[in-house]
């Protein structure tokens, strides 16, 4: 009986150092190189691979191999010690990453993750990254979006005394999303200690001064003009964090980039139009 697209198994890798990097794996066995490229998928900063279950599964589902990995610092990851968060630093373990899977990869970035997916496809070249997706991100963005992320990330560093309390707060801060009938869900994201629920992060990557990667704006652009592969970006209509005119100076530096852009969606648009989403990375793809 054949296991395509059934639960993943949670594998680890080694970033730089060493460091324990730990992803789930969706069809390993069963894809050979005719299936085409593995897809990584990358998080958004304070994310965790979880962001990506309902696509990671509809990928698989088509027989594609697909990986959704916790960055470090984040979800199961090992945190590093130095706390070294700088997306330079997040590319050389995806640059560790794709050595380890062996094969050609499209790369999936969210936010932080597709920073750190411009400059990993850059240094890779295009025989190992065939493919990119941004979602919701270019190196030009809001600064506006930005803080009202990393306010709301340190807003609750503390945690929470319940789940239905981070529930309260996740829905103020993403007013367009449904709230979930149950909380069950946010255990993906929160860990329980000494009585209260924080999120699954390093807070190190906050309060290290210097190591918002979104600041390398100057970098990412040439990295991303020099690229030769096909990029597509994907943008949430109701983002603050990329505007209309983010998208249109970042098409105009990449001409060849496609653009689609998600009419239900904010900054998490994965997560709030998800078959809209997923839609597109398919077509895409599968080009």
């Excluded at 995806?94 to 240094?123: C, D, F, K, N, W």
């Excluded at 001064?209 to 003009?225: H, I, K, N, S, Y």
């Excluded at 139009?273 to 077509?283: E, G, H, K, L, R």
């Amino acid at each position: 009986m054949s296991t395509v697209g059934s639960t993943p198994h949670t594998v680890t890798f080694r970033g730089v150092d060493g460091l324990a990097l730990v992803a789930d794996e969706w069809n390993r066995a069963e894809v050979s190189e005719q299936d085409g490229p593995t897809i990584l998928l990358l998080h958004g900063g304070g994310q965790n691979r979880h962001s990506w279950k309902n696509t990671g599964q509809i990928l698989a589902s088509r027989g594609k191999h697909v990986i959704a990995m916790d960055s470090r610092g984040h979800g199961d990851s090992e945190y590093s010690p130095t706390a070294n968060y700088a997306v330079e630093t997040l590319s050389a373990d995806v640059q560790q990453v794709l050595l380890q899977i062996g094969r050609p990869v499209v790369l999936i970035g969210a936010s932080m993750g597709g920073l750190t997916g411009i400059l990993a496809a850059h240094e890779a070249g295009p025989d190992v990254v065939t493919k990119l997706v941004l979602v919701d991100v270019v190196p030009r963005f809001e600064k506006d979006g930005s803080a009202r992320i990393r306010d709301f990330m340190f807003n609750h560093v503390h945690g929470f005394d319940s789940l239905e309390q981070a529930a309260d707060a996740v829905a103020a801060y993403l007013p367009h999303r449904p709230r979930p009938r149950s909380v069950e869900g946010l255990k993906k994201n929160l860990r329980l200690r000494d009585g209260r629920w924080y999120w699954h992060w390093d807070p190190a990557f906050l309060t290290k001064p210097g190591d918002d990667p979104f600041t390398r704006v100057d970098m990412l652009e040439q990295a991303a003009q020099n690229l030769r592969v096909p990029i597509l970006l994907i943008r949430g209509k109701l983002s603050d964090v990329v505007s209309v005119e983010g998208v249109q100076s970042f098409l105009k530096q990449v001409p060849a980039a496609e653009f689609v852009e998600l009419s239900d969606a904010g900054h998490t648009a994965a997560g709030d139009d998800n078959d809209a989403f997923t839609d597109a990375v398919v077509a895409f793809v599968d080009k």
